[in-house]
């Protein structure tokens, strides 16, 4: 086995590195639909803004930051390329059943659970990665597989205006829960699991009981991991707040919901128009 130290990075290992960044595109794609197609389906769906914050927040981020302590731990005990495959064929087939919502409920059931597959990509993806790449080179690694969550925010946008009302928000959703389902294939029967041999592999391995309470002792002896932690919580607040953008232009600034679903924003010649009346949103 090659030595992970070395400075030389076979092609192989930056083709499955640019294949996780397209995953993890998918993945932001996937999670930010719901606020990009807003204008559509709120009225759709007869949401009220409470349900819709729930559905782009609360609903979504308790399943997968819980999960994503789960996940962390199956990625160091299972085959990693079937966990990610495994997830990704759950949130894929959920992200369809999103699609075929019909009220507040039908939406919530999906959105909660897309959290659990989704928390298995970036675990398990940043342990294959680790394993290919030698400790010089992981930073451009990780920073490029990062890449997915701008790029797959954007992509949502893009998605939202110019594919969306071509075959409407349904569709869309369809559409991509079919293509998730078809790079799960490609994970599962392309990737190999290599794992780097391990010194401590006659160790037995600890219970996940035993693992839950190695972390609770690291955050209570480091008052500076705990801090981050929450810091990093609080930041997400603001996020929240932005799923109710595209709404605010439309129902408080009279807006055409078609016009701003590209880009998410208005430009600064339509900012030099002067305040429209609020008006109905479409059913």
């Known amino acids: 086995m090659a030595n992970p130290d070395h400075d030389s990075v076979a092609s192989r290992h930056y083709v499955l590195l640019g294949f996780l960044t397209l995953l993890n595109v998918m993945n932001f794609v996937d999670r930010q639909l719901l606020s990009s197609f807003a204008n559509f389906i709120v009225p759709d769906l007869g949401l009220t803004n409470f349900q819709f914050g729930l559905l782009t927040g609360f609903a979504f981020i308790v399943f997968y930051a819980a999960m994503g302590l789960v996940m962390g731990t199956l990625a160091d005990m299972l085959h990693r390329p079937r966990l990610i495959a495994a997830g ?41 990665l680790y394993d290919r790449f030698p400790a010089r080179r992981i930073g451009l690694a990780t920073g490029i597989y990062y890449m997915g969550v701008p790029i797959g925010v954007g992509a949502s946008l ?88 595209q709404l605010w232009y439309v129902q408080e600034l009279g807006f055409d919901r078609a016009k701003i679903a590209p880009t998410g924003r208005l430009d600064r010649h339509d900012w030099r128009h002067p305040r429209q009346p609020r008006r109905r949103l479409r059913r």
């Open 158 to 245: 893009l998605v939202a205006g110019y594919l969306g009302p071509a075959i409407g928000w349904r569709n869309c959703f369809y559409l991509l829960g079919g293509i998730g389902v078809a790079l799960s294939l490609v994970m599962l029967f392309m990737v190999k699991e290599t794992r780097v041999a391990d010194p401590a592999k006659s160790i037995p391995r600890p219970s996940i009981g035993e693992l839950f309470r190695t972390s609770s002792a690291a955050l209570k002896a480091s008052p500076a991991l705990s801090l981050t932690m929450a810091a990093g919580v609080a930041w997400h607040f603001s996020l929240g707040a932005a799923a109710f953008d």
């Open 88 to 128: 990704l064929i759950l949130w894929s087939a959920l992200t369809a059943a999103s699609g075929a919502a019909r009220g507040f409920v039908t939406m919530l059931i999906p959105r909660m659970l897309i959290g659990v597959g989704e928390s298995s990509l970036t675990p398990a993806s940043l342990s294959l």
